[in-house]
């Protein structure tokens, strides 16, 4: 294959990659969400939220807290084994997750906690 | 003590298969082992969980460099020596190669320990001066790094591409491990494709009778105080250390570089440990893992480095035995086959782990190496794929 045609073609399909990869990071980026502003219409929705963790605790491979923000609290799940950091009382976090229904209240299945 | 000694055991076991497995990190085996904790506790003790975890990540750190080397598979901890460890493989030195990381790991675990009081007395002064100013000393060394070389114009492009490329990719959620599609296509694949269109033939592997050069010491202690500010600093991984601290140097040949980055990545790992100690910062994977299961305090600190220098000692003879196989093995095997091979594994890997998604970063990131090593420019510079995230994130 002639050098010339090979660094043409890597540099298209570079350039095209990453153009693809911009649009479908913006396009799987959760929306950032106030607390009390998630409801029903979020349900199985992949959201985001930030907030201090109000209290933890880990039952059977499950961390189960409390997220408050300004505008209210919620509760995230989260299996152990996904996170090697323990989230703990009073750190900052933002949480990425699947908005859920349980039983008559609402809590985030969290795929990715992150400590601010 | 015995219960010590079997730890030891496990440990060096599972560290020889998460450093000759590509795409099978440490930190992935010591989330299991806390997620399990609850469970492994029942059996023996804090202790010795640590223990196994400490060996695994020593003989991972000696025995990783043996993928990056005979095929051309890295991490993000060697992903930025398959160039030169390629060209000495090419010359039918690739047990040199192996030899020389082998002296930068060795000698600058042995630096370090003798070293832990005055570490101990300096991390927190030098965290105090240099937290908040860690994106300036990187984009002044970045800049120089970008000024030395011939084609500025493309270097500073293909940096920021490289960087732009790492920065949506690391915000992304939900990409599972996305170093492992970026780096094995940056360093790794591009080189395989290169390979496979140039006809690489591996040459029979010259079993040398490898000596100690003094002069070589001076990359170990150079390696050895890059280490150290990587150790306690945010965002600053070995890669990055390595690229920067090469910009540096005036000469610094191949060879050099391999003694170099492997001194750093050592430095790197068990500074983490005096870091936690210090600032109770853990800086990585493993230091997490400790952190979670014990409180460290300075008696556990002095047990683990004694289970790192008996490690130590373990890892180099492993190293040397592993080394001799893949030299032997390497030369009788189709080159161009096991590149083939390596490609499909990676791809295999990357879409198990990282989904299709992964796929399109390895396609992309590869596509970059391919271009940048056919337009000869320093490929060093694609590890802008991490620094410009971190500048970034200090930034922003």
């Known amino acids: 294959m002639a050098e010339s045609f090979l660094i043409k073609l890597s540099l298209v399909i570079s350039i095209a990659g990453l153009i693809i990869l911009f ?94 | 003590m015995l219960e010590e000694l079997i730890s030891i055991l496990i440990g060096c076991i599972l560290g020889i298969m998460t450093g000759l497995t590509p795409g099978l990190h440490i930190n992935l085996i010591a989330s299991i082992m806390l997620a399990l904790s609850n469970f492994l506790l029942k059996y023996t003790s804090d202790l010795n969980l640590i223990i196994i975890i400490i060996s695994m990540s020593i003989t991972h750190l000696f025995l990783d460099t043996i993928p990056s080397i005979f095929l051309g598979v890295p991490n993000e901890d060697t992903a930025i020596i398959i160039l030169p460890a390629h060209k000495l493989l090419l010359e039918g030195k690739a047990q040199e190669a192996v030899f020389l990381s082998l002296l930068g790991t060795l000698f600058s675990i042995i630096i370090i320990c003798i070293f832990i009081p005055i570490l101990i007395f300096i991390f927190p002064i030098l965290n105090f001066f240099l937290k ?67 006809n690489t033939k591996i040459p029979k592997q010259i079993n040398q009778n490898l000596k100690i050069e003094i002069k070589k010491i001076k990359f170990i202690l150079i ?74 305090t300075l008696n556990k600190l002095i047990l683990i480095f004694s289970v790192i220098l008996a490690t130590t000692f373990i890892a180099t003879v492993l190293t040397i035995c592993f080394s001799r196989i893949f030299s032997k093995l390497i030369s009788k095997i189709n080159y161009e086959r096991l590149c083939y091979s390596i490609i499909v ?38 590890m802008g794929c991490l620094l410009l995230p971190v500048i970034l994130y200090f930034i922003i």
């Open chain 2, 223 to 296: 390696g050895f105080i890059a280490g150290v500010f990587s150790a306690f600093l945010p965002g600053l991984g070995s890669a990055q250390t390595s690229v920067l601290t090469s910009s540096i140097i005036r000469k610094i040949d191949p060879k050099d570089f391999l003694i170099l980055n492997s001194s750093i990545n050592s430095v790197n790992l068990i500074g983490s440990f005096i870091t936690l100690f210090t600032i109770n910062k853990a800086r990585s994977g493993i230091a997490v893992a400790v952190s979670q299961l014990i409180n460290l």
């Open chain 2, 132 to 198: 908040n100013h860690i994106h300036i000393i990187l984009i002044i060394l970045t800049i120089i790094l970008i000024l030395k070389e011939k084609q500025r114009f493309l270097t500073l492009t293909i940096f920021l591409f490289s960087g732009t490329m790492g920065f949506i990719i690391l915000n992304t959620p939900n990409i599972k491990e996305p170093l492992l599609p970026l780096l094995a296509g940056l360093f790794g694949l591009s080189s395989l494709i290169l390979s496979i269109k140039n």
């Open chain 1, 23 to 116: 649009f479908i990071s913006e396009k799987i980026r959760p929306k950032e969400y106030q607390i009390n502003l998630l409801s029903k219409e979020n349900l199985e929705q992949l959201i985001k939220i930030k907030g201090t963790i109000n209290n933890v605790k880990e039952i059977k491979g499950l961390i189960i807290m409390t997220v408050e923000d300004k505008s209210g609290e919620i509760k995230v799940i989260l299996s152990r084994k996904n996170q090697i950091l323990k989230p703990e009382k009073d750190q900052e976090v933002e949480v990425i997750g699947k908005f859920k229904a349980y039983q008559k209240d609402f809590e985030i299945e969290a795929q990715e906690i992150k400590i601010l």
């Open chain 2, 345 to 382: 594994l990676i791809t295999i890997l990357v879409l198990i782990i990282s989904k299709p998604i992964g796929l399109l970063i390895l396609i992309t990131s590869t596509s970059l190496g391919v271009y940048v090593q056919l337009k000869q420019v320093n490929k060093n510079h694609l």
